[in-house]
């Protein structure tokens, strides 16, 4: 079975094909940060016309990538949700309409159970139950997963997500966007102890986050800085080093609170280097396995989405669930838990 993944919910246009026996055949990202370096953020509007311009070159280029026609393609996965309005307007158009002339099913995928899955697509691939840290530039939750759709949000951050945290962050040190990789770059010249920044939440129970907090505490150590090399090397540090402990910490405690063995790690910042290290050393000592999707799945993709569309479709073939009505429609908030 061959499933076209198709992702617009933000600022990459992700497309790929996922053969049921190979893996993911094809797949091609574009990415429109440049379009949106100069204002510092995403702009919704330009988003959606970008996803226009780029949806349909990019779906023929991995037809022909895989080698492959419309004709051997058994259904067309699409981001229903969550996401920009806009954005995600353009995949599911475009992944209904497709469909609908191709005579196949559409199943529109929930863009953060794809980021949930895509380390299913490693040859490693984590068993349920497990606990999922999901941490994009939107979301920051641990989900207890007891199977495909059994989610049970154990916590998440009530202002700023993870990524956004990075982002802005970065946009106050003047290092652009997205934020993410810029910080990690600059932190690998910083010195440790040299600032010391909080750990939100984490002097008491429960396992919510909140990271807001932190980019005002970024903003008063720059302000003060010489704003030296080694300065902004040294507050990246510290701010990578606060939101890293931070999460191992509710990891920590989530992972004692479900008794689960296994951590899926996910979403934009699961990219984070000094992030993994602590989480697969944190499994490692409770004789547990952290899994990661590869490094350009951890970011927007479209190879998630055509694996979430193949689990689902697999699903409604066992008889669990069934496809929805031909309808165009995205769902901008979409809580995990309502799968
Ligand atoms: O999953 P994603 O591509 O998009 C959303 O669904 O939001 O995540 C993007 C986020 C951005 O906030 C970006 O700064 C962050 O992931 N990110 C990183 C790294 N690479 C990307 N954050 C920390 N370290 C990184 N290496
Ligand atoms: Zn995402």
Known sequence: MKILGIETSCDETGIAIYDSEEGIIADALYSQVELHKEYGGVVPELASRDHVRKAIPLIKQVLKEANCTQKDIDAIAYTKGPGLIGALFVGVGVGRSLAYAWDIPAIGVHHMEGHLLAPLLEDEKPEYPFVAL????????????????????????????????????????????????????????????????????????????????????????????????????????????????????????????????????????????????????????KDGKAYYPRLKFCTDNGAMIAYAGFARYQAVLDGKGEFEEAAIRAKPRWPIEEL
């Open 134 to 285: 999901l941490v994009s530039g939107g979301h920051t939750l641990l989900v207890d997963v007891q199977d495909l759709g059994e989610y049970k949000i154990l916590g998440e951050s009530i202002d700023d997500a993870a990524g956004e945290a990075f982002d802005k962050t970065a946009k106050i040190m003047g290092l652009g966007y997205p934020g993410g990789p810029a910080i990690a770059k600059l932190a690998l010249n910083g010195r440790a102890g040299i600032y010391k920044l909080p750990r939100p939440m984490t002097d008491r129970p429960g396992l919510e986050f909140s990271f807001s907090g932190l980019k005002t505490a970024v903003a008063n150590l720059y302000m003060k800085s010489d704003k030296s090399e080694q300065a902004l090397a040294d507050i990246a540090y510290a701010f990578q080093e606060a939101v890293v402990d931070t999460i191992f910490i509710k990891c920590r405690r989530s992972l004692e609170q479900t008794g689960h063995k296994r951590l899926v790690v996910a979403g934009g910042v699961s990219a984070n280097v000094s992030l993994r290290e602590k989480l697969t050393d944190l499994l490692e000592s």
